[in-house]
């Protein structure tokens, strides 16, 4: 099966800072999507972006899927993006998603 | 509200006993899925299912079990043959054909071996 590698995989960062987290996919994959995770639990599906780039208020995301990487992009950190975020993406004719690891996101007031 | 519920929130389990985890959404999506998170990890995936009366093994279907009789409900059974079954389990549902294509997560339920 594919791999999914994220890095890095713990960001500590104060309020204001901005971050780029990055996912490499270890084959050609469709369907990827980027995922936070609160310190409840709770996923959120933040980016379907199996190409291009989308924005969502202070959130890009950026993928190459010719170079099978993706990038989110955070701005203006604020400590309730604190959380673990995760990229998962399926290979072609699959249908279940793979999960990378996770980055921990740490935002400090 | 449209949404997944996942209930209980918290579950405690004595060696030897099957456990079910109840998983209910109205999305109306036809794709759900279960997932195991432990501490510190990604997500690993058990079953799926893409339609009523049918599911598919995920990556670590041993020792769960689960069913689709209804379009809304996923439940998911863990047995006695799960060595260690104490993680963290996400249902999820997938929109294929809407607007807001992709995963969508229940708060999921925590299961501790007691």
């Known amino acids: 099966g594919i791999q999914v590698e994220q890095s890095p995989p713990d960001l500590i960062l104060q309020e204001g800072a901005n971050s780029t987290l990055r996912c490499n996919f270890s084959d050609s994959v469709n369907n990827l999507q980027w995922f936070h995770q609160n310190p409840w639990g709770q996923l959120i599906n933040l980016f379907y972006?199996?190409?291009g780039t989308k924005q969502n208020g202070r959130l890009s995301a950026t993928t190459v899927a010719t170079e099978r990487y993706s990038l989110l992009y955070i701005s203006s950190s604020q400590t309730t993006d604190s959380g673990v975020y995760f990229c998962?993406?399926?290979?072609?004719?699959?249908?279940?998603?793979?999960f990378g690891q996770g980055t921990r996101l740490t935002i400090n007031p | 509200d449209g949404g997944i519920t996942q209930s209980p929130k918290y579950l405690f389990r004595k060696e030897g006993q099957n456990v079910t985890l109840s998983c209910e959404q109205n999305?109306?999506?036809?794709?759900m899925y279960w997932y195991r998170q432990d501490p510190g990890q990604g997500l690993r995936l058990i079953y799926y299912?893409?339609?009523?009366?049918?599911?598919q093994k995920g990556d670590i279907a041993e020792g769960y079990s689960v069913s689709r009789e209804k379009k809304e409900s996923f439940p998911l059974t863990v047995t006695s043959a799960q060595k260690n079954p104490t993680a963290f389990y996400l249902c999820a549902t997938e929109d294929r054909l809407g607007a807001n294509y992709g995963y969508t997560f229940g708060s999921g339920t925590r299961l501790t071996v007691v």
């Open positions: 999305l109306n999506h036809d794709a």
């Open positions: 299912s893409q339609i009523v009366n049918d599911f």
């Open positions: 972006i199996p190409s």
């Open positions: 998962a993406g399926s290979i072609q004719g699959a249908q279940k998603l793979v």
